[in-house]
């Protein structure tokens, strides 16, 4: 089996570091939407998709918020198989029916994590791991059906729904992507401070681990296409089989 083919539908508004820290974690053939931008794929024909964060709020009235939106239920609908993060963890969740708020406060820096540890997502990673986290905006009812998969004191942070996962912090960030974020969001100097002294060797090593997530769901995915080309096998041999 060749690379799979994965559809990045990056909201970051021309950020170099989301494209460098995406192509760094995807060990698969990427191919690239500036979603902000009005670009969407032509074709739904991926073995994925996984959709980047974004400054932006799902629920803020823009046409390209609108579009993106559109292709995803078709996707879904064709069982492509989704990975979110942050901003496309929240819309994931619009899109299946959930509701994403404004928390009233806004986690940022390293923070630590608990997962139900009966996901395929979080294989390999701690019950209790560390993750960097930026949001402002919460996953606060999940869609019908989904499972809630990793939660701290401020929100859910990781869903899932049949083929489609989400999760709240940033496993692809490393340390020049979150030194810049922190700079230049509206913080108190003490509280820039602060958030800026976490970021460290150490910590980033520790919250390596959460990385597991995009190999995990990658593994998921091939083993997905296993499952149906055995399935088509059988259904196959037994339409061709006589009395």
Same mark, same amino acid.
């Given at each position: ?93 619009? &899109? ?5 708020? #404004?928390?009233? +406060? ?5 923070? @630590?994590? !608990?997962? $139900?540890? %009966? ?47 989400? &999760? ?5 960030? #490393?340390?020049? +992507? ?5 700079? @230049?969001? !509206?913080? $108190?100097? %003490? ?53």
């Amino acid at each position: 089996m060749g690379q799979l083919r994965i559809a990045v539908l990056n909201a970051a508004h021309e950020d170099a570091n989301t494209t460098r820290n995406f192509r760094r974690e995807l060990d698969a053939s990427l191919a690239e939407f500036d979603i902000t931008q009005g670009e969407l794929p032509e074709t739904y024909a991926f073995d994925g998709a996984v959709v980047t964060g974004s400054r932006t709020s799902v629920y803020w009235d823009e046409e390209w918020i609108a579009a993106t939106k559109e292709w995803v239920d078709e996707a879904v609908a064709r069982d492509v198989p989704f990975l979110g993060v942050c901003w496309g963890h929240q819309l994931l969740a619009d &899109v299946l029916g959930g509701t994403v708020e #404004d928390m009233g +406060t806004y986690e940022v820096g390293y923070s @630590r994590v !608990e997962h $139900s540890g %009966e996901s395929r997502l979080f294989d390999g990673i701690s019950s209790e791991f560390t993750v960097f986290t930026s949001h402002a905006d919460e996953v606060s009812a999940l869609p019908g059906g989904a499972e809630p998969l990793a939660e701290n004191e401020y929100s859910n942070h990781g869903f899932r729904k049949d083929r489609v996962f989400g &999760v709240q912090f940033h496993p692809e960030y #490393d340390q020049k +992507t979150a030194r810049e974020l922190v700079r @230049r969001k !509206e913080l $108190s100097d %003490e509280r820039r401070d602060s958030v800026l002294a976490e970021i460290t060797d150490e910590n980033y090593r520790n919250a390596g681990e959460a990385k597991l997530v995009f190999e995990n769901f990658l593994e998921y995915v091939v083993e997905l296409q296993s499952s149906e080309a055995t399935s088509s096998g059988a259904t196959s041999t037994r339409a061709g089989s006589s009395d």
